[in-house]
């Protein structure tokens, strides 16, 4: 049961999280849907390419979190681009998505995020807060474990079903072309549906009800949900894969994949599932 009030010491990584969201947004503004953000300059420890956008913006991230670690907070920071960076301890684990939504911040397009979330574990059941920041718009999104799941510093209540009984109003999808096929069922459902190019801000729309139910076909990094799913949980929501099976002890490690299934109502995340078995 969440109970709205933080912590001292979660309150202490907010701020930073707050610190590194500022910090990014100041070394991204600039490059933004420009040819200078999308100059590819490597490949990063999660596989992808890295572009110059990413790296303006994991190197802002990086030093915040730096800063902080030696100022008596030490831990180490699981990063996209730079993979494992130790800063002192093994413990806690700053997992860290300095640029979600990425090809929409290479075309310019206002929907991406920075991710972060906080780990006393190897597991998504490990992670203790989950923060979400809309670069473009601003909107911050957080949640601590047992204490709830907040929308610019206000207590997230999930808008209620605004669709006919049997029937999702907006789903929510991220894919890639290839895969939309496997979501038929859903869209049998759906009244209208929503793609955001951001699994980080696609599953905290969703933890607030606009996106009612949201789903992954594709396997993609847990890595990417962590802050999310936290914030679904909090609220009180479902979150699987497309198969049904909890998350809670998937690993959280830029290796790790599934697909995604969830809602913060419970009976259209099972209303979802019975249409993808049917």
Same mark, same amino acid.
């Given at each position: 049961?969440?109970?709205?009030?933080?912590?001292?010491?979660?309150?202490?990584?907010?701020?930073?999280?707050?610190?590194?969201?500022?910090?990014?947004?100041?070394?991204?503004?600039?490059?933004?849907?420009?040819?200078?953000?999308?100059?590819?300059?490597?490949?990063?420890?999660?596989?992808?390419?890295?572009?110059?956008?990413?790296?303006?913006?994991?190197?802002?991230?990086?030093?915040?979190?730096?800063?902080?670690?030696?100022?008596?907070?030490?831990?180490?920071?699981?990063?996209?681009?730079?993979?494992?960076?130790?800063?002192?301890?093994?413990?806690?684990?700053?997992?860290?998505?300095?640029?979600?939504?990425?090809?929409?911040?290479?075309?310019?397009?206002?929907? =991406? @995020?920075?991710? +972060?979330?906080?780990? $006393?574990?190897?597991? &998504?059941?490990?992670?203790?807060? /989950?923060?979400? %920041?809309?670069?473009?718009?601003?909107?911050?999104?957080?949640?601590?474990?047992?204490?709830?799941?907040?929308?610019?510093?206000?207590?997230?209540?999930?808008?209620?079903?605004?669709?006919?009984?049997?029937?999702?109003?907006?789903?929510?999808?991220?894919?890639?072309?290839?895969?939309?096929?496997?979501?038929?069922?859903?869209?049998?459902?759906?009244?209208?549906?929503?793609?955001?190019?951001?699994?980080?801000?696609?599953?905290?729309?969703?933890?607030?009800?606009?996106?009612?139910?949201?789903?992954?076909?594709?396997?993609?990094?847990?890595?990417?949900? =962590? @802050?999310?799913? +936290?914030?679904?949980? $909090?609220?009180?929501? &479902?979150?699987?894969?497309?198969? /049904?099976?909890? %998350?809670?002890?998937?690993?959280?490690?830029?290796?790790?994949?599934?697909?995604?299934?969830?809602?913060?109502?419970?009976?259209?995340?099972?209303?979802?599932?019975?249409?993808?078995?049917?």
């Amino acid at each position: 049961m969440a109970t709205s009030v933080t912590a001292p010491e979660d309150q202490a990584w907010l701020d930073v999280f707050d610190a590194v969201g500022a910090a990014v947004h100041e070394a991204t503004a600039g490059l933004l849907g420009t040819e200078a953000g999308r100059a590819e300059i490597g490949v990063g420890a999660g596989g992808d390419h890295t572009v110059e956008l990413d790296r303006a913006a994991e190197e802002a991230a990086l030093r915040e979190l730096g800063r902080f670690a030696a100022a008596g907070h030490p831990c180490s920071v699981l990063s996209e681009e730079a993979g494992v960076v130790d800063l002192g301890a093994r413990w806690p684990l700053v997992v860290l998505d300095p640029v979600d939504g990425s090809v929409n911040a290479k075309q310019g397009l206002p929907l =991406t @995020a920075v991710m +972060l979330s906080l780990a $006393e574990g190897p597991t &998504v059941a490990d992670v203790r807060v /989950g923060w979400t %920041l809309n670069l473009i718009s601003g909107e911050r999104w957080h949640a601590v474990r047992g204490a709830g799941a907040f929308r610019n510093g206000r207590p997230l209540a999930p808008l209620p079903p605004n669709g006919r009984p049997g029937r999702i109003d907006v789903l929510g999808v991220e894919s890639r072309a290839r895969d939309l096929r496997g979501l038929l069922p859903l869209f049998d459902r759906a009244s209208k549906v929503r793609i955001l190019g951001s699994i980080a801000l696609l599953v905290a729309h969703g933890a607030a009800g606009g996106i009612e139910v949201f789903a992954v076909p594709f396997q993609a990094r847990i890595f990417d949900m =962590t @802050a999310g799913l +936290l914030m679904v949980e $909090e609220v009180g929501g &479902v979150v699987t894969d497309l198969e /049904g099976r909890s %998350l809670r002890d998937a690993p959280v490690g830029l290796e790790n994949r599934t697909t995604l299934l969830g809602s913060a109502t419970p009976g259209l995340h099972e209303l979802a599932l019975d249409a993808l078995r049917s």
